[in-house]
């Protein structure tokens, strides 16, 4: 069975739609609304997407595969992004992610058991200035120590 949005985010789609001259120029805020949704972005995911925005599913594939914020494999709740770049390599990146490997006892790509954590390591945030830096779903972190990171993930519920 082909998935269908709920009602209300048939409704936020139309709304974010309207906004743009061409309906495809809404594709990164509609793929964001998508992945919320279905907690992926699987093939039939991608061809709904087409559907509504009237382009080819390989278009909308294209965008899937190329930001690492959006994914084609259930995430866990929480997706951290650690950035393994040469400004975050420089001040402690790889030390920052063997600690979270350690602290969370999954490999980059994979999900904790409780699907709680996803762990991914990832090209350039655009935060060099704050180097070592993740992202965890939308939510920048910079300066990352282990402290620091601890003091976050026992934050999250
Ligand atoms: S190199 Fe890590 S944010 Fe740019």
Same mark, same amino acid.
């Given at each position: ?13 139309? !709304? /974010? &739609?309207?906004? $743009? ?6 594709? =990164?805020?509609?793929? *964001? %609304? ?13 061809k ?13 594939? !294209? /965008? &899937?595969?190329? $930001? ?6 259930? =995430?866990?709740?929480? *997706? %951290? ?35 709680k ?26 300066e ?14």
């Amino acid at each position: 069975m082909s998935p269908e949005f709920s009602e209300k985010t048939k409704k936020k789609i139309e !709304e /974010i &739609v309207a906004r $743009y001259p061409q309906k495809e120029a809404a594709i =990164l805020p509609v793929l *964001h %609304i998508t992945q919320q949704e279905f907690g992926s972005i699987s093939a039939e995911e991608e061809k709904l997407v087409a559907r509504i925005l009237g382009i080819k599913p390989i278009s909308v594939r !294209e /965008i &899937v595969t190329f $930001y690492t914020m959006l994914s084609r494999e259930s =995430l866990g709740k929480y *997706h %951290i992004q650690v950035c393994s770049n040469l400004s975050c390599s420089l001040l402690g990146a790889g030390n920052f992610v063997d600690y979270l490997v350690e602290k969370l006892g999954i490999e980059p790509g994979e999900t904790t058991p409780d699907k709680k954590f996803t762990l991914s390591t990832v090209e350039c945030l655009g935060a060099c200035e704050r180097a070592p830096c993740m992202l965890i779903n939308f939510n920048y972190y910079g300066e990352m120590d282990p402290k620091k990171v601890d003091e976050i993930l026992d934050g999250l519920k």
